[in-house]
């Protein structure tokens, strides 16, 4: 199994960046089906962004819409790790944020956290407004 650790979390103010990441162990995650979600408090882990292997270096991603177009996932396979780079963040993007190995695309298109099989312990993003 895969051993996942994030960092990258802090306290920014609305607008600005962060870049989490997600450094994995234990395995190597190139062909791994790897993603991010984000829990804030009181509410569920909700999916924020997926990267799957298709062929060679072609990789397939998804985002949530409240993401799209601010959030970008991507990997280093050198480095066995993943990253989020977050733009333009804002008040509601105030959560913890948690990178999983070995979900899937279901039909529906959506993305669920109990089809992820490995975990990292999580990191915090707080955006004050």
């Known amino acids: 199994q895969v051993q996942l650790v994030e960092s990258g979390g802090g306290l920014v103010q609305a607008g600005a960046s962060l870049r989490l990441s997600c450094a994995a162990s234990?395995?190597?995650?190139?062909?791994?089906?790897m993603g991010w979600f984000r829990q804030a408090p009181g509410k569920e882990r909700e999916f924020v962004a997926a990267s799957t292997w298709h062929s060679g270096s072609v990789y397939y991603t998804y985002y949530t819409d409240s993401v799209k177009g601010r959030f970008t996932i991507s990997r280093d396979n050198a480095k066995n790790t993943m990253y989020l780079q977050m733009n333009s963040l804002k008040s509601e993007d105030t959560a913890v944020y948690y990178c999983?190995?070995?979900?899937?695309?279901?039909?529906?298109?959506?993305?669920?956290?109990?089809?992820?099989?490995?975990w990292g312990q999580g990191t915090q993003v707080t955006v004050s407004s």
């Open positions: 234990g395995r190597t995650i190139s062909r791994y089906n």
């Open positions: 999983a190995a070995g979900g899937g695309l279901r039909p529906s298109g959506a993305w669920y956290a109990s089809d992820f099989g490995s």
